[in-house]
């Protein structure tokens, strides 16, 4: 249990870092003089930070161990934190959000290939899926802390809390965490081998197809990230308290859909519970963006399919990684390293796409879920027709 809370926390600095500035955006806009689509730019920057620092962390992780890319991960966030409470333009932040996102991902690729370590197939499922509920916390309290920081200071000290935040876990994973990859187990570092191992990945199309769907589904949800601090408060006018209450509940599907896969998993294959998540999430973007075009229902026929969309992420993504990682437990940290860099890359590719769209109503936001979320199911009827290892 407490390699679970411990990962967990750890997990959590990902979504903490990301969701808790979400009320601040439009604040950020106002004091930095910048456009809505440069501030989703500092969303895009975090997540192509993650995304391409997994590629980098990942063989690294193989070769010298979990623990040294952790604290280093660590580290790199609390200093990135601070550069960001003191930037002064918007191409500063958002090169500071972007380091941040090299630091997170080391953090990122180090908890799940340590989940691989010790756990496989239905199990390492389940453990992810325990995980989910610790790291869950983060998008359902970060809005809500954010937007009780903004009363107290600037969008500024949103950032000083993150660098204690990461002093904090800095130290708990110093204390609390063992090394998870014995020397014997471990793979070099030299660009031909760690070539040859992506290589490896890329050829199975099962697991190429599986990093495409937890792709779509990544950028299904920071599509919403991006685009829900705008539109609700926007458009129908929370405030940025109420914006903090209504994404909370909107991350309680994430959540739910997270904690009935352990007990999915009891009857179904993981494979099974990710088609069925896709299809879920299709069907309610679909039914967001008529809604979007339409007007009809308001915001509540706004937040209902919203509710259903991360319901379904959340039901999908701890078996998209426990399928793809179990296919290659031997190279667990490349294939997290990959399967990472897929999420936070095509995410952060889709999330600037809402405000490069306009911003004068949802369809934008809408259009972009729709998309993505009907891409994903696409992939996964045609690659998970036939039965994927989960031993």
């Not at 609390?78 to 959000?97: D, K, Q, Y």
């Not at 325990?130 to 802390?145: D, E, H, I, K, N």
């Not at 309610?284 to 979007?292: D, F, G, W």
Request: glycine fraction near 12%.
């Amino acid at each position: 249990m407490r390699f679970v809370l411990v990962l967990g926390a750890l997990i959590a600095i990902g979504p903490l870092t990301i969701d808790t500035y979400l009320p601040a955006l439009p604040s950020i806009t106002r004091d930095l003089a910048a456009s809505e689509s440069a501030v989703q730019g500092t969303l895009t920057g975090i997540l192509l930070g993650m995304g391409l620092g997994q590629l980098l962390v990942g063989p690294l992780a193989d070769a010298v161990g979990r623990r040294r890319p952790l604290i280093a991960g660590l580290a790199l966030h609390i200093a990135a934190s601070v550069f960001c409470a003191f930037a002064p333009s918007i191409e500063l932040l958002t090169v500071g959000r972007a380091v941040q996102g090299l630091g997170n991902a080391a953090v990122a690729v180090v908890s799940m290939a340590m989940v691989r370590d010790l756990f496989a197939g239905s199990a390492a499922a389940t453990m992810l899926s325990r995980l989910m509920l610790v790291m869950g916390l983060a998008p359902v309290l970060a809005p809500t802390l954010g937007g009780f920081i903004l009363r107290l200071t600037s969008w500024r000290g949103v950032f000083g809390i993150l660098a204690v935040a990461g002093v904090l876990l800095v130290t708990l994973a110093s204390l609390a965490l063992r090394e998870t990859l014995p020397p014997e187990r471990r793979r070099p570092m030299a660009l031909r081998p760690v070539l040859s191992t992506y290589g490896m990945l890329l050829r199975d199309r099962t697991f190429v197809g599986l990093v495409l769907i937890s792709g779509l589904m990544f950028a299904t949800l920071f599509s919403y990230i991006g685009g829900s601090s705008f539109v609700l408060q926007n458009i129908y006018g929370l405030s940025v308290t109420q914006f903090g209450l209504a994404f909370g509940l909107n991350s309680l599907g994430f959540l739910t859909g997270s904690q009935v896969n352990p007990f999915l998993l009891k009857r179904f294959q993981p494979r099974q519970l990710v088609r069925a998540g896709v299809t879920i999430g299709a069907v309610a973007a679909l039914l967001l963006l008529a809604s979007a075009v339409t007007g009809v229902g308001g915001l509540p026929m706004v937040l209902g399919p919203l509710w259903f969309l991360l319901f379904s992420c959340g039901l999908t993504l701890p078996n998209t990684p426990a399928l793809a990682l179990t296919r290659h437990g031997e190279a667990a940290g490349t294939a997290a390293a990959l399967l990472g860099a897929s999420q936070f890359v095509i995410g952060g590719a889709a999330a600037p796409l809402i405000g490069m769209m306009g911003s004068g109503s949802a369809v934008p936001m809408a259009l972009v879920m729709s998309v993505t979320a009907s891409l994903a199911a696409l992939v996964a009827a045609r690659t998970l027709r036939v039965s994927v290892v989960t031993t």
